[in-house]
């Protein structure tokens, strides 16, 4: 049988001083907090092949491929 995990609420401060001491990195919503899940190889490669395909696609155009770092 499996718990249901704990939910963490904190004020902005708070979950700014918090989140400096944790090794994983969370995601702050009005006052919850929500472990944020790390990518695998794989989403990373098919992203990246994502974006150079798209990039290649537009070269010459008016338009630009953007990517984020995860």
């Given at each position: 049988?499996?718990?249901?995990a704990?939910?963490?609420?904190?004020?902005?401060?708070?979950?700014?001083?918090?989140?400096a001491?944790?090794?994983?990195?969370?995601?702050?919503?009005?006052?919850?907090?929500?472990?944020?899940?790390g990518?695998?190889?794989?989403?990373?490669?098919?992203?990246?092949?994502?974006?150079?395909?798209?990039?290649?696609?537009?070269?010459?155009?008016?338009?630009?491929?953007?990517?984020?770092?995860?």
């Amino acid at each position: 049988m499996s718990t249901p995990a704990e939910r963490l609420t904190f004020d902005a401060d708070a979950y700014l001083a918090w989140e400096a001491e944790q090794a994983e990195k969370h995601e702050y919503l009005h006052g919850e907090v929500f472990a944020m899940v790390g990518a695998r190889q794989e989403h990373v490669i098919v992203a990246g092949n994502l974006y150079a395909a798209l990039k290649q696609r537009l070269r010459g155009g008016p338009y630009r491929a953007y990517t984020a770092l995860i």
